[in-house]
C-alpha cells in the first residue's frame, strides 16, 4: 500500500490528475489490486492531496489560454472523469470572457480581415466549432 500511495503522490507532483485518471494509472502500474489502489485515492483525496475541482481549474485556464472554447473544455474534463458541478464551476469561476477569447483565436488565424464569402464564413465556424465555441458565440463574431 506504501508502494501505491508513493506512485500516486509521484503522478501528482508532476500535475493535477482526476480521481478517474489516477486511479486507471495506478491500476495499470498495480494490477489486481482495485480496492487498495480505489483506497488510496479516495485517502488522498480526503487529505486533499487530490481534487477534481482543483484540476478542473487549472485546466479551463490552461486551455481557455490555448484558445479552447467552453465546450471542448467540458467534453475533455468530462472524459477526465470531472464531474458536472465541478466544471460548472470551474468555468463560472475562471473568469474568461469567451467572446474575447474567440476574438483573439480568429486575429491570430485569419488576421482582422472578415470571411468574404458565405463558403469562407462556414470554413470559419467549422474552425471554431472544433475548437470548442458554441454556435452563439461563434454568430456574435460574425
Same mark, same amino acid.
Given at each position: 500500500?506504501?508502494?501505491?500511495?508513493?506512485?500516486?503522490?509521484?503522478?501528482?507532483?508532476?500535475?493535477?490528475?482526476?480521481?478517474? !485518471? $489516477?486511479?486507471? *494509472?495506478?491500476?495499470?502500474?498495480?494490477?489486481?489490486?482495485?480496492? %487498495?489502489? @480505489?483506497?488510496? /485515492? =479516495?485517502? +488522498?483525496?480526503?487529505?486533499?492531496?487530490?481534487?477534481?475541482?482543483?484540476?478542473?481549474?487549472?485546466?479551463?485556464?490552461?486551455?481557455?489560454?490555448?484558445?479552447?472554447?467552453?465546450?471542448?473544455?467540458?467534453? !475533455? $474534463?468530462?472524459? *477526465?472523469?470531472?464531474?458536472?458541478?465541478?466544471?460548472?464551476?470551474? %468555468?463560472? @469561476?475562471?473568469? /474568461? =470572457?469567451? +467572446?474575447?477569447?474567440?476574438?483573439?483565436?480568429?486575429?491570430?488565424?485569419?488576421?482582422?480581415?472578415?470571411?468574404?464569402?458565405?463558403?469562407?464564413?462556414?470554413?470559419?465556424?467549422?474552425?471554431?466549432?472544433?475548437?470548442?465555441?458554441?454556435?452563439?458565440?461563434?454568430?456574435?463574431?460574425?
Amino acid at each position: 500500500q506504501l508502494d501505491i500511495r508513493r506512485a500516486a503522490l509521484g503522478l501528482l507532483a508532476r500535475r493535477e490528475h482526476s480521481c478517474k !485518471e $489516477l486511479f486507471n *494509472k495506478l491500476s495499470k502500474r498495480f494490477p489486481g489490486i482495485p480496492d %487498495l489502489i @480505489k483506497e488510496e /485515492v =479516495d485517502a +488522498l483525496n480526503q487529505e486533499g492531496l487530490q481534487s477534481d475541482m482543483r484540476l478542473a481549474e487549472v485546466y479551463v485556464r490552461s486551455r481557455a489560454g490555448q484558445g479552447r472554447g467552453s465546450e471542448k473544455i467540458r467534453t !475533455e $474534463l468530462k472524459r *477526465k472523469g470531472v464531474g458536472d458541478e465541478e466544471i460548472k464551476a470551474a %468555468l463560472l @469561476k475562471c473568469g /474568461v =470572457d469567451w +467572446l474575447k477569447n474567440l476574438d483573439k483565436v480568429s486575429i491570430s488565424r485569419f488576421g482582422n480581415v472578415p470571411p468574404k464569402t458565405i463558403v469562407e464564413r462556414a470554413k470559419r465556424s467549422r474552425f471554431f466549432r472544433q475548437r470548442g465555441f458554441s454556435f452563439d458565440e461563434i454568430a456574435s463574431l460574425f
